[in-house]
T-cell receptor, first 111, second 114 residues
């Protein structure tokens, strides 16, 4: 079945550091890929998405590129801020139906 | 334009009681999805509904759990005879069509079973 694997956290960075959160997936077809962010006590917010190979999703300084050859969708940001502290979830959706999530990666940014 | 509304935000139930979680989708959205998030884990799909129909319930536990999305009113996730292991955050999402691209999540209901 479909699955998503994320790097374990927590990831602790200083402000303005470079961020990478790794995500790889297993799917039978050609899924759409997503990154969601969850702030404490809140629901999930869509951060960015990509629907086909080589697409790059971007939002608020975050980027991720759909790599079919490596089945990856790593999240990157050039300079993190304290306000980026949250839990980040990688997810896939096949046939436009339910989302399959990774376990989430906690990001802590220190000032 | 209100987003996906879930209530209550927090729910405490004693073992053996029933829990009812409500989800009102965004205006114009006719597809509803329920997910469960156990502590320190990601979200796990439970059920996908359209108005008056259950489309996919492959993630629902076989017993005690049920879901509905009536023609009028919110979607309801019902857990009968709750046990401590049911303690989790339950999230609802809605979309205007088949999901993925158009998902909007609610803020969740945090169920605590004591």
């Amino acid at each position: 079945g479909n699955s998503v694997t994320q790097m374990e956290g927590p990831v602790t960075l200083s402000e303005e550091a470079f961020l990478t959160i790794n995500c790889t997936y297993t799917a039978t077809g050609y899924p759409s890929l997503f990154w969601y962010v969850q702030y404490p006590g809140e629901g999930l917010q869509l951060l960015l998405k990509a629907t086909k190979a080589d697409d790059k999703g971007s939002n608020k300084g975050f980027e991720a590129t759909y790599r079919k050859e490596t089945t990856s969708f790593h999240l990157e940001k050039g300079s993190v801020q304290v306000s980026d502290s949250a839990v980040y979830f990688c997810a896939l959706s096949e046939y436009g139906n339910k989302l399959v999530f990774g376990a989430g990666t906690i990001l802590r940014v220190k000032s | 334009n209100a987003g996906v509304m879930q209530n209550p935000r927090h729910l405490v139930r004693r073992r053996g009681q029933e829990a009812r979680l409500r989800c009102s989708p965004m205006k114009g959205h006719s597809h509803v999805y329920w997910y469960r998030q156990l502590p320190e884990e990601g979200l796990k799909f439970m059920v996908y509904l359209q108005k008056e129909n259950i489309i996919d319930e492959s993630g629902m536990p076989k017993e005690r759990f049920s879901a509905e999305f009536p023609k009028e009113g919110p979607s309801i996730l019902r857990i009968q005879q709750v046990v401590r292991g049911d303690s989790a955050a339950y999230f609802c999402a809605s979309s205007p069509g088949t999901g993925g691209n158009g998902y909007t999540f609610g803020s969740g209901t945090r169920l605590t079973v004591v």
